[in-house]
């Protein structure tokens, strides 16, 4: 029986007795860690087997944001270290074909490190462009400034990743580079007209609208749908990320525990399904949270039941990766970057 509409966190380093019941119960497609859900490599292994075991599915997917720079739930010694997105673009800037390179070669290694602990879906890339006065919650994880910079450094990013066997999420759509409000705390308000979004912020999404799988942003587009962010918009989603993005890949929305969204969070994660989200994504762990949630997503069928097993069919076991390799070409090609 298909798997239910909604990824869940995990409240520690291990399941709980109730968190067991409740994946079994609930049988959630996926499962977010985060830095909480973290201490050793054998402890992932573990809490990743025990969730599959849970709900049933050997191939249940497992997601983390391990972008690099700031945003990476695995950290040194458990992994090694990572640049932020910002890192390629300046790359770009002095050499093209050495910034793709080290990119589609640093997601690579990311991918490879994950995959190796059962870790099946990397949240990456960040496709938003940056606009002046923007908030921190970006910053150095965009790329760089030119959409057409940041649509192919994130294309090499995907390429790495799915290379290793990991599958990415563009993110977060439909562009969240005009928001002057971190989204985890208030609700952004983006005043641009359409014409303008489509020329500069949507066109990196439009480029990669191909891939498996896309996050959406909890952002207001006054030009669109002014009473409702693009999570739980049916316009925003419809006209603009199915419609003039194109993208037909598993829509999840952002973490709807995040304080841009008010009320409750089960109505929350019912609002972003009827709105066009396949997957309500739910990150904080807390059991009474996940519990409204669960009870408001239905199990996936129709075009979400096929984008899903699309998605999922295009994760390939994890080869003999050598790390080592990959990252001293990753530094070697970062390496001509000058030194502050």
Known sequence: MPARAFVSGCSGLALTPDERVFFRDAE??????????????????????????????ADAPVLIDQEGGRVRRLRPPLALDHPPARAYGALHALDPDAALEA??????????????????????????????????AIGDRAYAERAETVSALGRA?????????????????????????????????????????????????????????????????????????????????GEIVRGHIGFDGLLMSDDLSMKALSGPVGASAGAALAAGCDI????????????????????????????????????ASPGASDVAELAARRDALLGRLPTA
Request: with cysteine.
């Open 28 to 57: 959630p497609w996926g499962l977010i860690l985060f830095g909480r859900n973290i201490s050793a490599h054998e402890q992932i292994r573990a809490l990743v087997a025990d969730f599959r075991e849970a709900v049933g599915r």
């Open 157 to 237: 990013v995907c390429e790495g990743a799915l290379a290793a066997g990991v599958l990415p999420v563009i993110k977060h759509m439909p562009g969240h580079g005009r928001a002057t409000v971190d989204s985890h705390h208030h609700l952004p308000t983006v005043a641009a007209d359409r014409a303008t979004l489509e020329a500069t912020d949507f066109a990196p999404f439009r480029a990669l609208a191909h891939m498996p799988l896309g996050m959406t942003g909890h952002i207001v587009f006054e030009a669109i749908d002014a009473e409702r962010p693009a999570t739980l918009s049916p316009v925003v989603l």
């Open 103 to 136: 990119a589609r070669t640093g997601a690579q290694l990311m991918a490879a490190e994950l995959a190796a602990l059962g870790i099946t879906v990397d949240c990456l890339p960040v496709l938003d462009l940056p606009a002046a006065g923007m908030t921190d």
């Open 280 to 315: 309500a994504l739910h990150c904080n762990g807390d059991m009474g949270e996940m519990v409204e949630v669960a009870a408001a997503a239905p199990r996936l069928e129709g075009r979400a039941l096929e984008r899903a097993e699309r998605a999922l069919g295009l994760i």
